[in-house]
């Protein structure tokens, strides 16, 4: 990989680095040797222009709104794939052959059912409590359950927690909400494919019959694929940050689950509903509140819009926005927090502020008004992004595991105090 060298004058030194070079052609210096030849670290905070490793898993070319996983775009699997066989890909390199995907489906409709004593731990939960603590909260306590699969370096207890959190996530998530609204947990029906089982656990009841819809279901199936995985973003890389300590995998994932709950990450697909909410109840013009997201006491930002990698368009926002305005007719729903989202993305695009900055409508823009037409409350978004997420922060840790690495651990440099000494309390100011 590194066959040419970079060369760097520092002081009174100079020293060769070797580049690497990616299968896209995109190159990075190594400068893993630097501070042992030089006494230098890199200085690079939110780490905008740090590669933590190489990767076989999501090429993104931001520049170019490029999105591949495993080589494939991400267009032709929205288009033909289905999720499960995104998350097979992911975590396994390849399409599955039909034994295979028999296999893995089977597999995994056979772990959906989580252990009755959950029941008891969700009951020790506030009804209000936010769907995405409480997802993070039962995938870490897999962990005390399952003790027999916790090894990271065993393939085969590797495999069953990869199928039973693949199986379980969408039961965990869907249980969240039964307890948040007081109605009772439905159990898996492993008849349903993963979507439609999904479906099942959060709209079903006891009392009635329930059809899944298929407009619905085809539009969370391909939000799902559309989520699956996006390289080293801030959950992904907090899975393997936390990975490579070789805590289990149940800990790693309720980690990235937490990470992924932030508003600035996965938490801006509710934030975006509640801002569109916010502008219709307060009466607000779309101009007028772009013109509040350029304050700079950056309280307000336009939510859905901007993303570290993307400078031009996000790929999946654009698959997104066309599957949206498809459910919004087939299910005949007149809404008008999407008209809002639609002229505030019109004005945002064509505003110096935006354009200098290069902000584009991202992935959470458009997916929360999906989400909202189907029904979901609010307060589930994040959790269902978590679920499309899984596949990608699994193939992420086996894929940590499987290379050689070393366990995470930035430096720094100290910018606090020095040579003080210890004084007693009496005689502090
Ligand atoms: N609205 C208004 N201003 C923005 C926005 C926004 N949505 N996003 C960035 N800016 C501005 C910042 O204030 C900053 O301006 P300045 O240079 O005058 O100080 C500049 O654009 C750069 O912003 P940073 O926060 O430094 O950019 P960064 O790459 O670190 O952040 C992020 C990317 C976190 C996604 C940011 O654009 C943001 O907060 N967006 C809104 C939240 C959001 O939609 N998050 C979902 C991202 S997609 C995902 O995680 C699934």
Redesign the pocket.
């Given at each position: 990989m590194a066959d040419k060298t970079a060369q760097l004058r520092l002081d009174d030194q100079t020293i060769e680095l070797p580049i690497v070079v990616g299968s896209e052609g995109e190159r990075a210096v190594d400068i893993t040797s630097l501070r042992s030849k030089t006494g230098y670290i890199t200085m690079d905070p939110?780490y905008?222009n740090t590669g933590s490793c190489t990767s076989r898993i999501t090429f993104v070319d931001g520049e170019n709104g490029v999105l591949h996983y495993r080589g494939i775009p991400i267009d032709d699997l929205a288009d033909k794939g289905s999720f499960l066989e995104t998350a097979y890909l992911l975590i396994y390199g390849k399409l599955p052959n039909k034994d295979q995907f028999n296999y893995f489906t089977e597999s995994i409709s056979r772990h959906t059912m989580l252990h009755e004593d959950f029941k008891a731990f969700y009951g020790a939960l506030p009804k209000d409590a936010h769907p995405m603590a409480a997802c993070s909260a039962v995938v870490g306590a897999l962990a005390t359950f399952y003790p027999d699969s916790l090894d990271p370096r065993d393939p085969r207890q590797v495999e069953i927690s990869v199928h039973r959190l693949l199986a379980k996530l969408p039961t965990i998530a869907a249980y969240a909400y039964k307890h948040s609204i007081g109605q009772p947990f439905m159990y898996p029906d492993n008849r349903l494919d993963y979507v439609g089982n999904f479906l099942h656990l959060m709209f079903a009841t006891p009392c009635e019959d329930f059809e899944v819809d298929p407009v619905v279901k085809k539009a969370i199936d391909l939000l799902l694929i559309l989520h699956a995985d996006?390289e080293q973003?801030?959950s992904a890389s907090t899975v393997r940050l936390v990975g490579s300590s070789h805590v289990n995998l149940f800990a790693a994932i309720a980690a990235g689950i937490n990470a992924l709950w932030g508003?600035?990450?996965?938490g801006?697909n509710q934030?975006?509903i509640e801002m569109l909410a916010a502008i219709r109840d307060e009466g607000l013009t779309a101009s007028e509140f772009v013109e509040r997201?350029?304050s700079?006491d950056?309280t307000s930002?336009?939510?859905?819009?901007?993303?570290?990698v993307y400078k031009n368009f996000d790929p999946r926002m654009t698959i997104i926005k066309k599957a949206c305005f498809d459910v919004l007719e087939k299910l005949g729903v007149q809404n008008k927090l999407v008209e809002i989202a639609v002229e505030l993305e019109e004005i945002a695009l064509k505003d110096d502020?935006?354009v200098e900055?290069k902000?584009y409508p991202?992935?959470?823009?458009y997916s929360g008004v999906i989400y909202n037409a189907i029904g979901t409350p609010m307060n589930m978004f994040t959790a269902m992004?978590a679920i499309g997420r899984l596949p990608g922060w699994i193939a992420q840790w086996v894929e940590m595991h499987q290379d050689k690495h070393k366990i995470y651990r930035p430096r720094q440099i100290y910018v606090g105090e020095t040579g003080r000494r210890y004084v007693d309390i009496a005689e502090r100011d």
């Open positions: 939110g905008a996006h973003n801030c508003s600035r990450h996965g801006a934030e975006v997201a350029k700079s950056d930002r336009l939510m859905g819009f901007g993303h570290r502020y935006f900055r902000l991202n992935v959470d823009f992004f």
